[in-house]
Every structure is written in structure tokens, then in C-alpha cells.
């Protein structure tokens, strides 16, 4: 059995055409009589070989990065008297890009590759990062916002690099989003370097600028998700990672913003997450993404919880938080066809077209 993604190398390569692709892709459709609407799915694992793989490399990364750091312990590669050095996350990245190569670019096993992705690019950021505060010294990043947002942009800018050189080679939908995440990261350091010394009393601004960053995410998302609407190739899957990453960005700046994160919840405070949860939910539907609803969840957790206490639910707060939360997000996935066809059916056509296709059914091998 062919993967998707061994499909999209195939093309890449021009062993096959697209148009041979989608034949093939619709030719294993009609044979599979199981069907489910509507499912959000992206590779992870392809068999337990990949979590024994990802726990083997995680080791060896670490066991790499420990002795980096040893070396450069010992021939003085350190930030200040005792700090880290930039060879550890240096270790790790050319650690992480080698066995990528191998079950990566040969082996094509999914969670290792999502795993020595986020080493690699982490590495780099993480390498860049150090190496300008040993070279600039820990003395001159003291009490220096500005120096030090702009060190962290330009940290951020190299992991874009090698986030755009990792996606060049080796094509994992996730390089994506750690690309967009480093760009977000080169517009915040910018901004905590030019608000200065202002930056501690401009955490609203800075907030803000991050809610905006995660609406820039979102649409790019959902400019991946257009592309593949009936989400069939690879550009599904990176459009998956967007939007995990776009939803922390939206939903905790609006929190936050809002007052709704300082631990203590009045009645009103808990009824607007409430019912933002509940336009998130909505949103979520129309788009057929699900990271919105996870993403906000501890924060409905946290505002059930303070609304069953504000009412003498005391002992039983916490479970009947769980037990209203569970069962509905249970509910909501047992009929999240059914749900999603309520919303969007109403939808001008114009952004129906701009959705997933709605009554789309995504095959599974009958038992």
C-alpha cells in the first residue's frame, strides 16, 4: 500500500504525473466500501516502529547535545562563567539533520520526522541564539531589551533558514509551520527591541501584535487548506500544523487581553469564555479544524470550574466541569458531520468555495 505522501514524492520526482496520482487515489476510493465523513486526518504513526524509533533518537539527541555541552565546557564555549554553550544545540542539529536522511528522506516514518524536525530547526535557533551572546557576552545583554530582542529576531531568522532548507530537502508538513513560527518570532523580537526598556509595561501591545501574528497564521492556513480541499495530498497536512500552531497564538492573547487569565473568574467573566468557546466551536465547524476547540479548552475548563464554585458547587466542581466538558465535546464529535453541514450549508457560496468540501467522505479499508 502507497502512502499520500510517497504519491506527492513520486509526482515531485516524475516517476508519475498529478493527473495519474489522482486517478490512482480515486481507483483505491471505490474499492474501500467503509466510509467516514468529514475526519481530520494527518500521518503520525505508521507502526509502533515509529514510536521506538522517536524514543531511540530522543535519546541519542540528548546524549549528543550532554556532550556538546561538556565540550564546551572544556575549551571555554560558554555564555558567562558557567552557562550553556552553542555546541550542544549545534550537536543536535547536525544529529537531527543526519538521521533525517535516513528515516527521514528513506524510511519516510512520520513521528521521528516530526521529532528531528522540531530538534533540528530548535537547534539552530537555539545555536544562533548562543553563539551571539557568547560573541556579543552575557555583561552587554544584562538590563538591554534591545540588544536583546534583536538577538532573538536574528536567532529567529536563522531557524527560518534552516526551517526553509529542511522543507527543501526533505518536505515534512510541519516544517511549515516551525518556518512560520520563526518568522513570528523575528516580528516580536523586532518589537521587544523597539519598545526598549518599555517592553515590560507594553505587554498588552505585545499581546496584541501576537493575536494579529496568529490571524496571519490562520489565513495562511486556510490557504493551504484551499488548496486541497477535499484534503487528499500532503498540503493538507501542513495546513494541519498551521492551524496548531495559529490557535494558541489567537486564543491566548484574546484571553489574556480580556482579563480572563489572572486566575479569578467572576460569574460575567465566565459566561464571555463560555460563549467565546462556543464561537470558537463555531468556527472550528465551518473550517473542519479542531485545534481551535483544544487550544481553549483549559481555559472553559478553568471558567466552568469558578462558575460551579460561584454557584456552591464546591466539592463537586471539578467534576461536574469534567463531566459538562466531556460529554460535550463527546456529543459535538459524534455529530460534527451533522453539526458542521448546519453551519456552513447557510454560508454564501462565494466562502463555501473557500471551505472544505462538505460532504466529502474519506475511505477506510472495510473489515
Not at 19 to 44: H, N, T, W
Amino acid at each position: 500500500m502507497y502512502s499520500q505522501q510517497e504519491l506527492d514524492d513520486a509526482v515531485a520526482s516524475g516517476a508519475i504525473t498529478a493527473e495519474s496520482a489522482d486517478a490512482l487515489r480515486k481507483y483505491i476510493e471505490g474499492q474501500r466500501v467503509a466510509v467516514i465523513p468529514d475526519e481530520e486526518q494527518f500521518r503520525l504513526i505508521t507502526g509502533f516502529n515509529d514510536i521506538f524509533v522517536s524514543i531511540a533518537a530522543a535519546i541519542l539527541l540528548v546524549a549528543v547535545g550532554w556532550i556538546g555541552q561538556w565540550i564546551g565546557q572544556q575549551s571555554g564555549l560558554i555564555v558567562g562563567e558557567d552557562g550553556p554553550s552553542f555546541l550542544a544545540p549545534l550537536f543536535v542539529a547536525i544529529c537531527s539533520w543526519g538521521l533525517a536522511l535516513f528515516f527521514t528522506a528513506r524510511r519516510r516514518m512520520a513521528l521521528p520526522s516530526i521529532l528531528l524536525l522540531l530538534s533540528f530547526v530548535g537547534g539552530v535557533v537555539v545555536t544562533a541564539g548562543f553563539a551571539l551572546a557568547f560573541g556579543i557576552g552575557d555583561e552587554a545583554l544584562d538590563n538591554n531589551p534591545q540588544l536583546g530582542g534583536i538577538v532573538g529576531a536574528i536567532s529567529a531568522a536563522v531557524g527560518a533558514a534552516g526551517a526553509w532548507l529542511h522543507w527543501r530537502q526533505f518536505r515534512v508538513p510541519i516544517t511549515i509551520a516551525a518556518g512560520a513560527a520563526s518568522v513570528a518570532g523575528i516580528a516580536v523580537g523586532l518589537l521587544y527591541a523597539a519598545l526598549g526598556q518599555n517592553a515590560e509595561q507594553a505587554k498588552d501591545l505585545i499581546l496584541g501584535f501576537i493575536l494579529l501574528l496568529g490571524i496571519g497564521v490562520f489565513l495562511f492556513a486556510m490557504w493551504w487548506d484551499g488548496s486541497d480541499r477535499e484534503r487528499l495530498t500532503r498540503r493538507s497536512d501542513v495546513a494541519f500544523w498551521l492551524h496548531l500552531l495559529a490557535a494558541p497564538m489567537i486564543v491566548h492573547p484574546v484571553f489574556t487581553l480580556l482579563g480572563l487569565n489572572d486566575g479569578n473568574a467572576t460569574i460575567s467573566e465566565g459566561l464571555v469564555v463560555v460563549l467565546l468557546y462556543v464561537a470558537l466551536g463555531l468556527t472550528a465547524l465551518a473550517i473542519d479544524r479542531r485545534a481551535l476547540l483544544v487550544s481553549a479548552l483549559a481555559y472553559v475548563l478553568f471558567a466552568l470550574q469558578q462558575l460551579f464554585r460561584q454557584f456552591g458547587a464546591v466539592e463537586l466542581n471539578v467534576a461536574l466541569t469534567a463531566l459538562v466538558i466531556g460529554s460535550s465535546l463527546l456529543l459535538l464529535s459524534a455529530f460534527w458531520h451533522q453539526a458542521r453541514g448546519a453551519i456552513v450549508r447557510p454560508l454564501p457560496g462565494s466562502l463555501q468555495a473557500r471551505l472544505p468540501v462538505l460532504d466529502r467522505m474519506v475511505s477506510q479499508p472495510a473489515a
